[in-house]
């Protein structure tokens, strides 16, 4: 009975190895099968071009409101916050001393005037030289030019308004002393208002003068539209950047100067190739996808443009007709064996 029992025991185990190496050989067969994934033939799509940006609100004319001369301030003529006029008066320094020389100056002219006027009478008769008559012009031409002089720096004794606009915070009181350096106030017309950004260089060609902008103040939630009236005739040197300024409506005075606003450019629409943006892989010199070719993976390096929510623009790398794998990314390598599950095309539909 011994020997049988062994030789059942030893029949059993062999039986027990040869399916455990008909497991193994068919694991090992199982990994050397391609592995399935899906795939995507490229053909170039219609991109709405727009080109993201920030940007700074600017009035549509600004300045701050200073004295030409140094002296006191006799009158105030405006409120802060209100609407002036161009031309009104908005502030007077001190001017009686100006005017006193004004008049005595007339005087000066009025009395030099009559004595040229006996030496011109002199000079008919040859009573007179030539010589004293044109010293006498002379002061006369002289006292003139004087009284130009003290005129214009009387006009600067009186500050007014440059343009029609909004006049700002009060920074003088009445009884103070000015000079040039003192800021009286800020005036603003903000009637329209200009929008300065930048674009990199790369999207200057899209660019032109009366594209439209959309402007959103994330901080208010004010949006509204814009257009591209001036550019810079150059590309800075420092942040390879195109300058560029847009004018908006502003009659309803809701978009205040100095406001920080993102700005989308919608450039002309292109006809490009785009990739979901789960196929590319960011690598360390740049970013690849994986374009299928007979039956394996080859890794291709591409350079990428404009982004959308879903996809991404190649620029180089690809052309139209070319195949990239959209699953299993995460487990591909180069010149793996792979075998196509479902092929749709950018165009759409299923092939």
């Not at 032109?208 to 591209?228: M, P, T, V, W, Y």
């Not at 599950?341 to 759409?348: D, F, L, M, Q, Y």
């Amino acid at each position: 009975m011994r020997p049988l029992t062994t030789l059942l025991f030893v029949l059993s185990i062999f039986i027990f190895s040869c399916r455990s190496g008909d497991k193994k050989n068919e694991a090992s067969n199982a990994k050397k099968q391609p592995m399935q994934v899906n795939a995507l033939i490229l053909q170039k799509e219609k991109l709405e071009n727009i080109i993201r940006s920030t940007g700074t609100v600017l009035a549509d004319e600004s300045v701050d409101l200073k004295a030409e001369l140094s002296g006191r301030i006799t009158g105030i003529f405006f409120k802060e916050g209100s609407h002036v006029r161009k031309g009104d008066l908005l502030l007077q320094i001190y001017d009686d001393d100006i005017k006193a020389q004004i008049k005595k100056t007339q005087e000066q002219i009025n009395l030099n005037q009559l004595q040229l006027s006996r030496q011109e009478a002199m000079l008919k008769i040859n009573a007179t030289s030539q010589q004293e008559y044109d010293v006498a012009k002379t002061q006369v031409e002289t006292l003139k030019a004087d009284l130009q002089n003290l005129q214009a720096t009387l006009q600067k004794a009186s500050i007014k308004a440059p343009f029609d606009g909004v006049i700002g915070l009060r920074y003088v009181s009445e009884g103070g002393y000015v000079t040039p350096q003192t800021q009286i106030a800020s005036l603003q017309r903000m009637n329209t208002v200009k929008v300065d950004f930048s674009v990199p260089e790369k999207y200057s060609a899209n660019i032109h003068l009366g594209d439209s902008i959309i402007c959103i103040n994330e901080a208010s939630q004010l949006k509204f539209k814009a257009r591209i009236y001036a550019m810079d005739p150059k590309i800075t040197t420092d942040t390879r950047a195109l300058q560029l300024r847009a004018i908006a409506d502003n009659k309803n005075g809701k978009i205040l100067p100095g406001s920080y606003v993102r700005v989308d450019v919608q450039a002309a629409s292109i006809n490009t190739i785009m990739v979901p943006t789960e196929t590319v892989i960011p690598v360390l010199k740049g970013q690849t996808v994986y374009r299928y070719e007979a039956g394996k993976v080859k890794q291709v390096p591409i350079i990428s443009g404009i982004r959308t929510d879903a996809k991404v623009e190649v620029i180089e790398g690809l052309n139209e007709g070319d195949t990239i794998i959209t699953t299993g990314i995460m487990f591909l390598k180069p010149e793996m064996n792979v075998v196509l599950k479902e092929v749709k095309s950018t165009a759409g539909g299923q092939i």
